[in-house]
């Protein structure tokens, strides 16, 4: 069973950044695609961000130009920067892994931007 583990969450101010990472107990090139998820109490999960096995990146319209999804491949993680962070951004964000017709995520880790 994958297993993938978030990190990186924690409390900024306004205007800051957050580096947020996946790591996973497989290769993180194995997966076809990878994804980051945004979820606020009451809400579905947003995805924010996707890369795919290829390197392709996409983002969702409100994080575009503020995030930078990356692979790193020394620390096999999955990474999320996040910059110029405001309020809206604050949620459990997530990161999933498709693999082989399944989908494994993590438990998320906690991101409070303060006004």
């Known amino acids: 069973q994958v297993q993938l583990v978030e990190s990186g969450g924690g409390l900024v101010q306004a205007g800051g950044s957050l580096r947020l990472s996946c790591s996973a107990s497989?290769?993180?090139?194995?997966?076809?695609?990878m994804a980051w998820y945004r979820q606020t109490p009451g809400n579905e999960r947003e995805l924010l961000a996707t890369?795919?096995?290829?390197?392709?990146?996409n983002y969702a319209d409100s994080v575009k130009g503020r995030a930078a999804i990356s692979r790193n491949r020394g620390k096999n993680t999955m990474d999320l920067q996040m910059n110029v962070l405001n309020p809206e951004d604050s949620g459990m964000y997530y990161c999933?892994?498709?693999?082989?017709?399944?989908?494994?995520w993590g438990q998320g880790t906690q991101v409070t931007v303060s006004s």
């Open positions: 497989i290769s993180i090139f194995s997966f076809k695609v």
């Open positions: 890369i795919t096995a290829g390197g392709a990146t």
């Open positions: 999933s892994g498709g693999l082989g017709g399944s989908v494994s």
